[in-house]
């Protein structure tokens, strides 16, 4: 069975960089028809997409992150990698990573357990 692993800092300080990373077992990053999700979760905005990596090696971020973001991967370790810019008290949240199928009218059956990120000086 596939598992998703995020892992990273728990506190990141206003203007550093968040870096998580998201280790996929049981699937591989590269098989078809699968993209790989960094959604968050905060008290006051809810759930939020904030990119995927698609099976093929693209990448789509959400226009009001894209300019702070880059999603990457290693595909020798079956890994994903989120790096969020800037970051100000706005960007707490738990972060997950999602497993998307393409083929499927609800595609993101499989979440990791989230990685909680706390925004503090």
């Known amino acids: 069975q596939v598992q998703l692993q995020e892992s990273g800092p728990g506190l990141v300080k206003p203007s550093q960089t968040l870096s998580l990373t998201c280790t996929v077992s049981g699937d591989s990053i590269t098989m078809e028809y699968y993209y790989w999700n960094w959604i968050r979760q905060s008290p006051g905005k809810g759930l939020e997409w904030i990119g995927y990596m698609h099976y093929s090696g693209i990448t789509k971020l959400s226009p009001s992150l894209k300019s702070r973001t880059s999603i990457s991967r290693d595909t020798t370790k079956n890994q994903v990698f989120l790096q969020l810019s800037s970051v100000t008290p706005e960007d707490a949240a738990i972060y997950y990573c999602?497993?998307?199928?393409?083929?499927?009218?609800?595609?993101?059956?499989?979440w990791g357990q989230g990685n909680q990120v706390t925004v503090s000086s």
């Open positions: 999602v497993r998307g199928v393409e083929t499927r009218w609800y595609p993101f059956e499989y």
